[in-house]
């Protein structure tokens, strides 16, 4: 069964650093794109940044020149590296990726990771 297991979150100040990585484990034949959201107490969930299986990235206005994600196919895992984090970045953390999970049909389905909490606090 194909899951996504997120890490690397945690409790930071202001102006500090956190790397989230976000690995998929069983049986996955093709890696598509793959993203990272985030959902605030009482707000939608919202798209942070994406990058695409040719490795494009797009970034939430709000996190562009602080955030940066990369990916690692052979490791089939996505990270968020995330500088000079704000009280407003405060949110649970979920990764999502489009994965082909059958060897026999060349069909991408969504997953989504457990989330993890991100607190910026003093």
């Given at each position: 069964?194909?899951?996504?297991?997120?890490?690397?979150g945690?409790?930071?100040?202001?102006?500090?650093?956190?790397?989230?990585?976000?690995?998929?484990?069983?049986?996955?034949?093709g890696?598509?794109?793959?993203?990272?959201?985030?959902?605030?107490?009482?707000?939608?969930?919202?798209?942070?940044?994406?990058?695409?299986s040719?490795?494009?990235?797009?970034?939430?206005?709000?996190?562009?020149?602080?955030?940066?994600?990369?990916?690692?196919?052979?490791?089939?895992?996505v990270?968020?590296?995330?500088?000079?984090l704000?009280?407003?970045?405060?949110?649970?953390?979920?990764?999502?990726?489009?994965?082909?999970?059958?060897?026999?049909?060349?069909?991408?389905?969504?997953?989504?990771?457990?989330?993890?909490?991100?607190?910026?606090?003093?």
């Open positions: 069964q194909v899951q996504l297991v997120e890490s690397g945690g409790l930071v100040q202001p102006g500090g650093s956190l790397r989230l990585s976000c690995a998929a484990s069983g049986s996955v034949f890696i598509g794109d793959m993203g990272w959201y985030r959902q605030a107490p009482g707000k939608q969930r919202e798209l942070v940044a994406g990058i695409t040719i490795a494009s990235t797009n970034y939430a206005d709000s996190v562009k020149g602080r955030f940066t994600i990369s990916r690692d196919v052979a490791k089939k895992t990270y968020l590296q995330m500088n000079s704000k009280p407003e970045d405060t949110a649970v953390y979920y990764c999502k990726a489009d994965l082909r999970p059958y060897s026999n049909r060349p069909i991408y389905e969504s997953y989504w990771g457990q989330g993890t909490q991100v607190t910026v606090s003093p």
